[in-house]
């Protein structure tokens, strides 16, 4: 068993060399596109806007404009997203102790789809994005309390229990989801939600990113506060009440922040399908299961992830544009297929 320094200098190469890679994998993406702008022009403009310090002449105003007020902001915004579905990965995991959990097949996603999609079909977006965001929460709180109430309430806690009941409530909210679609008098509205439905990063705005991010960085501390109740919990409800840890409560606060996160990610990107079960996987083979180092590599892992697949996503068959959850289900789907069949992850250890 690693020590905690050992264990607490091996998490700080990990987030060290992941920020470094993330980084550099952002200014690459930043300068990919229909225009192409040499990653030390993107740096260039990048510091200059940041700190100040450089020249201007050395870049256009156009180069300026696709930088900061284009490609910054979907950059910024895959990593919001990436990061939240990672870490509800990991809550979702930990909470419903099954590896094969995740906000896509718990049917989250597709509760805050729902929620997401009849307030735009309803007109009430008018009142503001917030109010969107606040629409898609309920939805994924509804599609997360309905699967454990299930499983809870209609025999014995199973893996296949659980995931089938995901797979089923999200089944029956697309099916809503789509039917409001259906129903929807404009055509814009309409072509819109589909697109977004699939997963998508190409309307992201500057004004968008302030509250993804207060509820990301809410969300990571709540989990990181909560992470030796989390550990706890990993071995089962008995042996975390001797330990004085409440699991119903946990749970409970776990709901809420799994919601919000899944909330927010979705109501801005769309259905991203298998993010938050890849790279809680990914984490816990670079870290190990203690959630306290566990949740900030997932974090920073699932943001880089993201940034990847969307670059994916933007590159693959120019000049048309494949929607992130297309990416990610394709990458996603073996992996969930290879789980199911070896199942060799172990919650309990570290």
């Known amino acids: 068993?690693?020590?905690?320094?050992?264990?607490?200098?091996?998490?700080?190469?990990?987030?060290?060399?992941?920020?470094?890679?993330?980084?550099?994998?952002?200014?690459?993406?930043?300068?990919?596109?229909?225009?192409?702008?040499?990653?030390?022009?993107?740096?260039?403009?990048?510091?200059?806007?940041?700190?100040?310090?450089?020249?201007?002449?050395?870049?256009?105003?156009?180069?300026?404009?696709?930088?900061?007020?284009?490609?910054?902001?979907?950059?910024?915004?895959?990593?919001?997203?990436?990061?939240?579905?990672?870490?509800?990965?990991?809550?979702?995991?930990?909470?419903?102790?099954?590896?094969?959990?995740?906000?896509?097949?718990?049917?989250?996603?597709?509760?805050?789809?729902?929620?997401?999609?009849?307030?735009?079909?309803?007109?009430?977006?008018?009142?503001?994005?917030?109010?969107?965001?606040?629409?898609?929460?309920?939805?994924?709180?509804?599609?997360?309390?309905?699967?454990?109430?299930?499983?809870?309430?209609?025999?014995?806690?199973?893996?296949?229990?659980?995931?089938?009941?995901?797979?089923?409530?999200?089944?029956?909210?697309?099916?809503?989801?789509?039917?409001?679609?259906?129903?929807a008098r404009d055509n814009a509205t309409t072509n819109s939600a589909l697109f977004w439905l699939l997963g998508s990063l190409s309307g992201a705005r500057w004004d968008q990113l302030p509250l993804p991010a207060v509820v990301l960085v809410a969300g990571v501390l709540g989990v990181m506060l909560l992470s030796h109740q989390l550990n706890a919990l990993l071995f089962g409800d008995a042996t975390a009440a001797a330990l004085g840890v409440d699991p119903n409560r946990v749970r409970l606060l776990m709901y809420v922040i799994a919601a919000a996160l899944t909330g927010v990610a979705v109501a801005l990107s769309g259905v991203v399908a298998f993010v938050g079960l890849i790279v809680p996987h990914a984490a816990r083979l670079l870290v190990g299961s203690d959630h306290r180092r566990l949740t900030p590599v997932a974090a920073v892992l699932g943001a880089v992830f993201m940034v990847a697949v969307d670059l994916i996503g933007r590159t693959l068959m120019p000049p048309e544009e494949l929607p992130v959850g297309v990416v990610t289900a394709v990458l996603g789907a073996p992996a969930f297929l290879l789980l199911m069949a070896r199942r060799t992850v172990h919650f309990g250890d570290s």
Not at 141 to 152: D, E, K, N, T, Y
Request: include cysteine; charge should be positive; aromatic fraction near 8%.
């Open 1 to 183: 068993m690693r020590t905690g320094r050992g264990s607490g200098l091996r998490t700080g190469l990990v987030l060290g060399g992941l920020a470094i890679t993330g980084l550099a994998l952002c200014v690459v993406a930043v300068g990919i596109g229909s225009a192409f702008i040499p990653p030390a022009t993107v740096a260039e403009i990048l510091t200059y806007r940041v700190t100040g310090l450089g020249d201007p002449a050395h870049w256009t105003l156009t180069q300026d404009d696709i930088v900061w007020n284009l490609r910054l902001p979907r950059v910024l915004l895959a990593i919001l997203v990436g990061a939240a579905l990672s870490v509800v990965g990991v809550v979702a995991q930990a909470v419903m102790r099954n590896s094969l959990a995740d906000p896509y097949v718990l049917g989250i996603s597709s509760g805050a789809a729902l929620g997401a999609v009849a307030w735009l079909v309803l007109g009430a977006a008018a009142f503001g994005g917030a109010t969107v965001g606040f629409a898609a929460f309920t939805g994924a709180m509804v599609a997360l309390l309905a699967v454990a109430g299930f499983v809870r309430f209609t025999g014995s806690f199973s893996s296949s229990r659980l995931v089938l009941a995901g797979i089923v409530i999200g089944a029956g909210f697309t099916g809503l989801t789509n039917f409001l679609i259906f129903q």
